[in-house]
């Protein structure tokens, strides 16, 4: 798979997982929702400053893990958010 071919396939993963999480934001309450879209902030603003960096020094290795690491953290919130607002019947695995 090519770079442009993985990175329209994030993209696409990522929009799923954005859309799966706002779907759910509203079934935590006020003062949760406040803090996950506080912390989802502060994930997004990583990764932006290393995507910034990695256009300054492309060939960055060490950049390069952050930023997918960081891409990781996105993609382990969001799915974090869906499981916790699952119905507790769908958790329950027989």
Partial sequence: I??????AKVIA???A???????RLPLLDPAT???VERDLTVI????SDLAEAL????????????YESTLRQ???????IVR???PAISRITI
Avoid: G, H, I, M
Avoid at 74 to 80: C, P, S, V
């Fill in 2 to 7: 090519d770079t442009v071919q993985a990175s």
């Fill in 13 to 15: 993963v990522r929009s």
């Fill in 17 to 23: 997982q954005a859309d799966a999480y706002r779907a």
């Fill in 33 to 35: 929702r406040v803090r």
């Fill in 44 to 47: 997004r603003q990583a990764e």
């Fill in 55 to 66: 256009k300054a020094t492309p060939d960055n290795a060490a950049l390069a893990r952050l």
């Fill in 74 to 80: 996105e993609f382990d919130f969001y799915d974090t």
């Fill in 84 to 86: 916790a607002t699952e």
